[in-house]
Nanobody, 126 residues
Framework: QVQLVESGGGLVQAGDSLRLSCAASGRPFSRYAMGWFRQAPGKEREFVAAISRTVDSTDYADSVKGRFTISRDNAKNTVYLQMNSLKPEDTAVYHC???????????????????WGQGTQVTVSS
């Protein structure tokens, strides 16, 4: 079991930046591939970014590529999502997710993850 707690959300203006954090506790963090997903009102949860357990593989949704960066610090049991040049369409509840993974594998679908945080709200005003 692993417990995930997100933080760092808030209300910002278009063009601003935010950094989300997801702190993990429980089993060794380095065993887990991590992902960020988001869900806007009335929409399905969508993939945002993912990182492998070994840090050497990352990938992003096309809508955030070039603006968002996922990273992790295995010593701090934390995964981050740096979000720059935020747009109103980035408004959503952001969730981190974890699953045990192969060394360099990343995972794109919500049903591939076993553990979820409660989410943190990001609101971007125009």
């Amino acid at each position: 079991q692993v417990q995930l707690v997100e933080s760092g959300g808030g209300l910002v203006q278009a063009g601003d930046s935010l950094r989300l954090s997801c702190a993990a506790s429980g089993r060794p963090f380095s065993r887990y591939a991590m992902g960020w997903f988001r869900q806007a009102p009335g929409k399905e949860r969508e993939f945002v970014a993912a990182i492998s357990r070994t840090v050497d593989s990352t990938d992003y949704a096309d809508s955030v590529k070039g603006r968002f960066t996922i990273s992790r610090d295995n010593a701090k049991n934390t995964v981050y999502l740096q979000m720059n040049s935020l747009k109103p369409e980035d408004t959503a509840v952001y969730h981190c997710a974890a699953r045990e993974g192969h060394w360099s594998s990343i995972y794109y679908y919500a049903n591939q993850y076993d553990y979820w945080g409660q989410g943190t709200q990001v609101t971007v005003s125009s």
